[in-house]
């Protein structure tokens, strides 16, 4: 069974600040992964996924990730961060038709 | 327009009710789950339905039995709920293809048994 960690469970930082969350997998097989985020209250809302092919994948409100599949990475990045993007933030593998999730991270974002 | 609605948004309710939880993708997707988030933000799945038959089935009560009337709902009931049944209980849903698949959330039902 393939499961999922994320490295940091709480991240706080100031507006304009880099964020780089990791996230790593334990499954030797083909796999999809995912970064999910969760605003305060609402439900899961998909940031950006990769399949196969480049492994530098853009999302959506300027992240993006990283697979390396020697070291079982998928790690999320994104620039400089915004206080809206305060949030919770869940790293996902899909194997076998089934998605695991990571314990989350949380991100709070001080203006 | 919403791609993947549940209802209630909010449900409280006594140890023992039983209770039901109902889903609904206007996506086309032929693939519904159900997933369990607690207190401290975990997410587990605890069923999943492709063209309404069960085909994941992870180790959950039996007082849960989801019901697929047809490849658009997905319906979780409960029975005689318990005080740790209470959480964030989210539907969603994917188009199984080849191995590549988005699932697609609901926006959740808070459940909370007294």
């Known amino acids: 069974a393939q499961s999922v960690s994320q490295h940091n469970h709480h991240v706080i930082l100031s507006e304009a600040a880099s964020l780089e969350l990791g996230c790593n997998y334990s499954?030797?097989?083909?796999?999809?992964l995912f970064w999910y985020v969760q605003y305060p209250g609402q439900h899961l809302q998909l940031l950006l996924k990769?399949?196969?092919?480049?492994?530098l994948v853009k999302g959506i409100k300027g992240f993006e990730a990283e697979f390396i599949k020697s070291k079982f990475s998928f790690n999320l990045r994104k620039p400089s961060v915004q206080w809206s993007d305060t949030a919770e933030y869940f790293c996902?593998?899909?194997?076998?038709?089934?998605?695991?999730f990571g314990a989350g991270t949380t991100v709070t974002v001080r203006a | 327009d919403t791609a993947v609605s549940q209802t209630p948004k909010y449900l409280v309710t006594q140890m023992g009710n039983d209770k039901s939880i109902k889903c609904e993708q206007n996506?086309?997707?032929?693939?519904m789950y159900w997933y369990k988030q607690d207190s401290k933000k975990f997410l587990k799945i605890m069923f999943s339905?492709?063209?309404?038959?069960?085909?994941i089935n992870e180790t959950v009560p039996n007082r849960f039995s989801p019901k697929s009337p047809d490849k658009a709902h997905l319906n979780l009931h409960i029975n005689s709920l318990e005080l740790g049944d209470s959480a964030v209980y989210f539907c969603?849903?994917?188009?199984?293809?080849?191995?590549?698949?988005?699932?697609?959330f609901g926006p959740g039902t808070r459940l909370l048994v007294l």
């Open positions: 969603a849903s994917s188009r199984q293809t080849g191995n590549q698949e988005t699932q697609y």
């Open positions: 499954y030797g097989g083909t796999v999809n």
């Open positions: 990769y399949f196969s092919g480049d492994p």
């Open positions: 996902a593998v899909n194997a076998h038709y089934k998605l695991s």
């Open positions: 996506l086309g997707h032929d693939t």
């Open positions: 339905y492709n063209n309404k038959e069960l085909i």
